[in-house]
DNA sequence: TTGCGTGCAAAGGTTTTGCATGGCA
DNA sequence: TGCCATGCAAAACCTTTGCACGCAA
């Protein structure tokens, strides 16, 4: 995991430790580039690109793209898959993105998978709409 | 439907036609652009952006983000969107966009209102999977 | 005439690439 | 030592914005 093949660098390290820690988050790279610059190692935006290019490619951070001109969120699942089947609920009205843990997810993936042999990559997949707190706001 | 209170150009009515022709389709902004760059009439970049905008919030198109990455694409619905709920299945490996008419989507609908709160905007959201005969190829 | 629509140019912001340097094995 | 990883700078990219002009009503 992580880094296939190559060396192992502080950089790797330092960014997975982080990414780790923030599982369940959702962060953009300017997110990661912020938490780092303060550090007394700051680690550069060239690098977090390439090192989140690995781990979407080898399955342990989900990437996003909600909207235009916003940028990509990254989210950590790890390899080990720990995290509990879960909708990605966008609000359109906060910009939040929400998880929503729902055995629904689970119906629903079998239901299109022998009703209309869809495989259905839920992971991926984001629900827009407008989030309680809006709507009630 | 399509300008609202303005005035009614001949860009708009090429573009619209372009669309409507197109139904079912997805398009990006580079390739309304480039079918219309060939014309004799060609419509600005800008123009085509600002249409889409109005479009896209009068309904009558909608607008994705792929995970391709780059650029939007756009479908065009019309004003019968009001029929048969249908799931928007994007193929990940023949890359097509299905249309599954399902009534479990008003149910899910139903749920995620009921039990979290969450409004969901279904015609917005795409599914992301690998359908039926790119499974079984 | 009024003022919206158009489109060129340029900005805005995110992500990628070129290339010299640094660091791991 | 060999080679990959790093990161600065700059490019590439889509999309939005500023502004003067044109055109519909």
Redesign the interface.
């Given at each position: 995991m992580g880094s296939r093949g190559g060396y192992r660098t502080r950089q790797q390290e330092e960014l997975l430790a982080f990414l780790r820690a923030s599982r369940g988050e959702h962060l953009t790279a300017a997110d990661i580039r912020d938490h780092f610059s303060g550090c007394d190692r700051p680690i550069g935006t060239t690098t977090i690109y390439r090192q989140l290019e690995r781990l979407v490619e080898d399955g342990s951070v989900r990437?996003y793209?909600?909207?235009?001109g916003d940028s990509a969120c990254y989210e950590y699942v790890g390899a080990d898959q720990l995290n509990a089947p879960h909708?990605h609920?966008k609000c359109?009205r906060c910009g939040r993105l929400?998880h929503?843990s729902?055995e629904?997810l689970s119906a629903?993936e079998a239901?299109?998978l022998s009703?209309?042999?869809?495989?259905?990559?839920s992971g991926?997949?984001?629900?827009?709409?407008?989030?309680?707190?809006c709507?009630n706001a």
């Amino acid at each position: 995991m992580g880094s296939r093949g190559g060396y192992r660098t502080r950089q790797q390290e330092e960014l997975l430790a982080f990414l780790r820690a923030s599982r369940g988050e959702h962060l953009t790279a300017a997110d990661i580039r912020d938490h780092f610059s303060g550090c007394d190692r700051p680690i550069g935006t060239t690098t977090i690109y390439r090192q989140l290019e690995r781990l979407v490619e080898d399955g342990s951070v989900r990437r996003y793209l909600l909207e235009t001109g916003d940028s990509a969120c990254y989210e950590y699942v790890g390899a080990d898959q720990l995290n509990a089947p879960h909708f990605h609920c966008k609000c359109e009205r906060c910009g939040r993105l929400l998880h929503v843990s729902c055995e629904e997810l689970s119906a629903l993936e079998a239901h299109l998978l022998s009703h209309h042999g869809f495989a259905w990559n839920s992971g991926k997949t984001v629900f827009y709409g407008v989030c309680g707190e809006c709507r009630n706001a």
